[in-house]
């Protein structure tokens, strides 16, 4: 059974960078024609993609966000990341990473962790 | 870039009753690519239908999804107490190559 799980700070302030990791346990990172995004939820708000990287380390970012956010990944640690820079309060949300299927739906998805962006 | 729009915001039925969510793209969606999530309070969305009309592992039966083009729609047959929940649903767009939800709906106990 594939699990993913966030880890990293909860409180970033204003204007620096939002940096964290997801960790895929049960299964190789690299196996199979998946991808691996970032979704984020504000409070009581809906749903937001922010990127999805594939093993080979191609990626693709929100437009929205793309000057800010850069998803890399580690096979070696079976881990993929995320950093979004200059971040406001904006930026506050529940971050999910999930895994990927082709065509285009997500099946796994971490439990989320709530980033604070605050002073 | 393609903007979902889900309705009605808030759908209030009993348990037993048919529930029917719908979803309508600002344009044409390919139904490869369009994807319906239940999520429950404080947990993960939950992916339950893919390709606008495919199942995922072990989602029962009573969930249905169809429709083409911009329309879409998801149907629980049969609502048990476990079904309420928001429900969102989901597309992935070639240009520019982004996916996007869509606001989700809630469906709470009458």
């Known amino acids: 059974q594939v699990q993913l799980q966030e880890s990293g700070p909860g409180l970033v302030k204003p204007s620096q960078t939002l940096s964290l990791t997801c960790t895929v346990s049960g299964g190789s990172i690299s196996s199979g024609s998946y991808y691996w995004s970032w979704i984020r939820q504000p409070a009581g708000k809906g749903l937001e993609w922010i990127g999805r990287i594939y093993t080979s380390g191609s990626t693709n970012y929100n437009p929205s966000l793309k000057s800010r956010v850069t998803i890399s990944v580690d096979t070696s640690k079976n881990q993929f990341s995320l950093k979004l820079s200059s971040v406001t309060a904006a930026d506050t949300a529940v971050y999910y990473c999930a895994r990927g299927v082709v065509p285009a739906a997500w099946d796994y998805w971490g439990q989320g962790t709530l980033v604070t962006v605050s002073s | 870039e393609i903007v979902l729009t889900q309705s009605p915001g808030t759908l209030s039925l009993s348990p037993g009753e048919r529930a029917t969510l719908s979803c309508r793209a600002s344009?044409?969606?390919?139904?490869?690519?369009l994807a319906w999530y239940q999520q429950k309070p404080g947990q993960a969305p939950r992916l339950l239908i893919y390709?606008?009309?495919s199942r995922a592992t072990g989602i029962p039966d009573r969930f249905s999804g169809s429709g083409s083009g911009t329309d879409f729609t998801l149907t629980i047959s049969r609502l048990e107490p476990e079904d309420f929940a928001v429900y969102y649903c989901q597309q992935y767009g070639s240009s520019p190559r982004m996916y996007t939800f869509g606001q989700g709906t809630k469906l709470e106990i009458k």
């Open positions: 344009q044409s969606v390919s139904s490869s690519y």
């Open positions: 390709g606008a009309s």
